[in-house]
């Protein structure tokens, strides 16, 4: 999903108008849901400061708004494919279903990404179990890692590395 996709999204969830965002993050009020309705439907991107700025507005992490663009499912088995090369995803069968794994001996990556994992079912199961609200939910996954309590600290990949990644998921396979 796109950044603008990201926004549209966060910015209904939230009941706000356009406008209403847009005069929040600071645009004139004659043009802020111009400027807003640009970057939603992706004809403007904005740059790392509007991001923060939207995300605040949003009650959101950055990150949440600037995810990998996964808008078709062929993008998203490249994402797949990515994470299994980085990272030891990897899809099998267990009990006629289908699961993604995480391979732990493949190194510290490996190994950091299954304690992210962890921690995200470990608050899936608390919303299941009636322990924390679906606000709960969607507050630790809309912000994380800051809600993270599981880990001491976790590791961002820097903007070179998520750079190469989106560069890599953006090229043509060879045939």
């Known amino acids: 999903m796109a ?8 910015r209904t969830m939230r009941g706000m108008t356009q406008k209403y965002l847009g005069l929040a993050v600071g645009f004139p009020e004659r043009s802020a849901d111009v400027r807003l309705a640009q970057y939603e439907t992706g004809t403007r991107t904005p740059k790392a400061d509007l991001t923060s700025a939207l995300a605040q507005v949003l009650d959101v992490s950055p990150q949440a708004l ?3 663009d996964i808008d078709s499912y062929t993008g998203l ?3 797949l494919f ?3 090369d980085l ?4 899809v ?3 009990d006629g279903e289908l699961c993604l794994r995480v391979d732990k001996d493949k190194g510290k990556s490996a190994y950091e990404l299954l304690q992210m994992l962890s921690a995200w079912q470990e608050q899936a199961a608390k919303l299941a179990a009636g322990e924390i609200t679906k606000e709960d939910y969607d507050r630790w996954r809309y912000h994380y890692p800051k809600y993270d309590t599981t880990q001491i ?3 961002v990949p820097s903007k070179g ?3 190469a990644f989106l560069k890599a998921l953006s090229e043509e396979p060879d045939e």
């Not at 950044?3 to 966060?10: L, Q, S, W």
């Not at 990272?87 to 990897?90: A, E, H, N, Q, S």
């Open 77 to 79: 088995m490249h994402t």
């Open 66 to 68: 600037d995810v990998p």
């Open 92 to 94: 099998s069968d267990a």
């Open 3 to 10: 950044i603008g996709e990201r926004i549209h999204f966060f």
């Open 87 to 90: 990272y030891g995803l990897t």
């Open 161 to 163: 590395f998520s750079d």
């Open 82 to 84: 990515t994470l299994e």
């Open 153 to 155: 600290r976790t590791r």
